[in-house]
């Protein structure tokens, strides 16, 4: 119970949290939760204690949050700064480890050399958290943002690594720094080598269980969950880098593996993205939290300790913070500065050394250096039984004391860095922002009723689709944005029709005459549309010629006019525009669901092609069926309203909508939600 208690009120804190941080945007969300955590410790009374088995610890905190971060990583960008992401990330974190660990044990000798590594290495890594509330308030420029997001995915491997050699060699009272060289690259590689191996293995389950028809959204998605948690396992049985496999498997994207497109994987994804979006955001909330109520425990144990003045300890956090951000800012100069000189040939100017600047204070520690810190063991593994950690309150407490450091740093220290906005033109990149961001909205919309549709009511998503088709179009007038027909996705349709019909007359199931005659007609539209300049003609007479050559010339002889009925001719060419036309909607509706295309002209063209396919079928509704299908439109509007909401709350909250715009969007809404109940 007291556990279960414990829980509920960290998540009680990170809801709180949530809404101070809509209140006051300019204090970062970190700082927010670790107030909240010491507030939480006062009127406790300082009995707020956690104690977690470590590898439990990062089992929890760390597998998970290293997923999603890797998962959602732009591998193009990663990829286009690599050399200086795998500076930072790993060089930087080894320098910074050797330069914390020999200077700390130097000034404080009682912390053993490798327990100061684990303390350097602890601090290596950077916030992801921190850094995107930063993001909300100054405009970082576009290649430190891209080699920020590179090293805090990065980093957080080689600093957790380093980290465990280090807390080995103090548990097992010896260290050698070749052979920790060594074993931190049989980890590493071994670590990179398996989450290959996982992932490729998890994208085989993924198929393998769609090939067999298992689409149960329920399934994929808590097979995603249970990912990162199976390799880590998986990983420290064979020895080797969890860390480094965790994120190579994110990477690779296990669950959404290349090129499995379609409805069921929309649906997914969309599912998917809310189950990680709300088990990061508690993740990392529960860690600054809980830094909140250790903080007083941690430190008062520090602080009363005799053996050492508390003038002291304040000199080891200031110098410590300062020794860490002096060795970032060295690293990064030297960095920059080899950039501008070999790839851009140009003098190293005040604009570039502020922007080191701004790369440094950026790096402010947090979740990942917390969650490392808790999991340093309360006793050492040689000598006599139960020997304490050597110096493990210390070490905890200089960890908290930097942490606070950064983040005040990199709260109101950067904002002076970061180039200022001139206010007209930051007005004007908002209101452009909020009209892309609006667009996105709908497209996302759009594509969650793409994939929710089912044969039952396709009619009504094909209307609701209509309707925010139609707001695309009046924000694009607005907004000056001219829209184009997609002639290339409208010539892809008529081929997909052009193969389906090529694969039935081989198959036998048309007659030959018929679909030659509705190949033609395919054919003329695409010259149309792409004026007679269109590519792949030689290429479809050759299947016709080969599809002629299948069935034999006496068979199509027997079908042609006279030998058969015309009205069984004209029965079949409905049955034949009704199949390939079928075969292009499946194939239309994979397009919305994998964004390859822009989502309002798949969904346009979708429509259309939906259409088509009802007027051949040609039913009459019944009074019922009319009362049944405004009933079904109704609650796809529901669905797509309340869908629309979470976008636009999550599109504010990721700073990709202003305050007002994303109010104004809330009551357009709410009012459309409100004329659908008929309260209005």
């Known amino acids: 119970m007291e556990a279960l208690t414990l829980g509920l009120l960290l998540l009680v804190a990170v809801l709180a949290s949530s809404l101070i941080d809509q209140i006051i945007p300019r204090v970062s969300l970190p700082l927010i939760q670790i107030v909240i955590g010491l507030l939480i410790a006062v009127v406790a009374g300082g009995e707020v204690e956690v104690t977690l088995d470590p590898e439990l610890f990062l089992v929890m905190f760390i597998a998970p949050l290293l997923y999603d971060e890797a998962k959602h990583a732009d591998k193009q960008a990663l990829w286009r700064e690599r050399k200086p992401v795998l500076s930072l990330a790993i060089g930087l974190v080894v320098a910074t480890t050797l330069v914390i660990g020999f200077l700390l044990n130097a000034f404080v000798p009682s912390i053993p050399l490798a327990a100061a590594f684990a303390l350097g290495a602890a601090l290596g890594p950077t916030d992801a958290v921190a850094v995107s509330s930063l993001s909300k308030q100054v405009d970082i420029p576009k290649r430190q943002a891209s080699m920020l997001k590179g090293e805090l995915l990065l980093n957080d491997a080689s600093g957790i690594v380093s980290f465990q050699f280090a807390i080995a060699a103090v548990v097992t009272g010896s260290f050698s720094l070749v052979d920790a060289g060594v074993d931190f690259l049989v980890e590493f590689v071994g670590g990179l080598l398996l989450g290959i191996l996982l992932g490729l293995l998890g994208n085989w389950v993924v198929k393998r269980a769609r090939s067999i028809g298992v689409e149960n959204t329920n399934f994929h998605v808590l097979f995603e969950v249970l990912i990162p948690f199976l390799i880590y396992l998986v990983a420290n049985v064979c020895h080797v880098s969890g860390v480094i496999a965790v994120v190579v498997a994110g990477l690779i994207n296990v669950t959404s593996p290349k090129g499995v497109i379609g409805p069921s994987v929309s649906r997914m994804n969309i599912v998917s993205g809310s189950v990680w979006h709300v088990l990061t955001y508690a993740l990392n909330g529960i860690v600054f939290v809980l ?283 409905r049955w034949l525009q009704t199949a390939t036309r079928t075969y292009a909607v499946e194939h239309l509706e994979a397009a919305v669901a994998s964004s390859q295309v822009p989502t309002e002209d798949a969904a346009a063209v979708l429509v259309e092609y939906q259409r088509s396919v009802a007027a051949l079928h040609d039913a009459r509704p019944t009074v019922t069926s009319v009362i049944k299908a405004g009933d079904r439109t109704e609650d796809i509007k529901r669905k797509a309203y309340t869908f629309e909401l979470e976008q636009i709350q999550s599109a504010y909250e990721d700073d990709r909508l202003s305050r007002a715009h994303a109010q104004r969007m809330r009551e357009s809404v709410q009012l459309m939600q409100m004329d659908l109940e008929d309260t209005v």
């Open 291 to 573: 830094l909140g109520t250790q903080l007083p425990l941690a430190m008062q144990d520090t602080w009363e300790n005799v053996r050492i003045t508390n003038s002291t300890l304040i000199l080891l956090v200031f110098g410590l913070t300062f020794v860490l951000l002096a060795t970032r800012f060295l690293w990064v100069l030297a960095m920059d500065l080899y950039h501008v000189r070999r790839d851009e040939k140009r003098r190293f100017g005040k604009g570039d050394l502020r922007s080191a600047l701004i790369t440094t204070f950026c790096g402010a520690k947090g979740t990942i250096t917390l969650s490392i810190m808790f999991s340093i063991p309360t006793y050492a593994v040689y000598g006599p039984p139960n020997v304490p950690f050597p110096q493990r309150e210390l070490l905890i407490f200089l960890a908290c004391g930097v942490i606070v450091c950064t983040l005040l740093l990199a709260t109101f220290v950067v904002p002076l860095l970061a180039p200022a906005r001139d206010k007209g033109e930051e007005e004007l990149r908002r209101i452009d922002q909020d009209a892309a961001t609006t667009m996105d909205i709908m497209r996302e919309v759009i594509e969650m009723l793409a994939a929710q549709q089912t044969r039952e009511n396709r009619a009504e998503t094909r209307a609701v689709i209509r309707s925010y088709n139609d707001r695309l179009a009046r924000i694009k007038a607005n907004n000056g944005i001219e829209s184009e027909m997609n002639v290339e996705l409208r010539v892809q349709a008529l081929m997909w029709e052009y193969e389906r019909a090529m694969e039935l007359m081989e198959r036998g199931v048309v007659s030959g005459v018929v679909a030659y005659r509705y190949m033609g007609r395919l054919e003329q539209a695409m010259q149309l549309l792409q004026h007679g300049k269109g590519h792949g003609t030689l290429k479809r007479w050759n299947g016709r010629f080969r599809a002629l050559w299948h069935r034999g010339v006496r068979a199509v002889l027997r079908e042609l006019p006279g030998n058969t009925e015309l009205a069984e001719q004209t029965e079949e060419m």
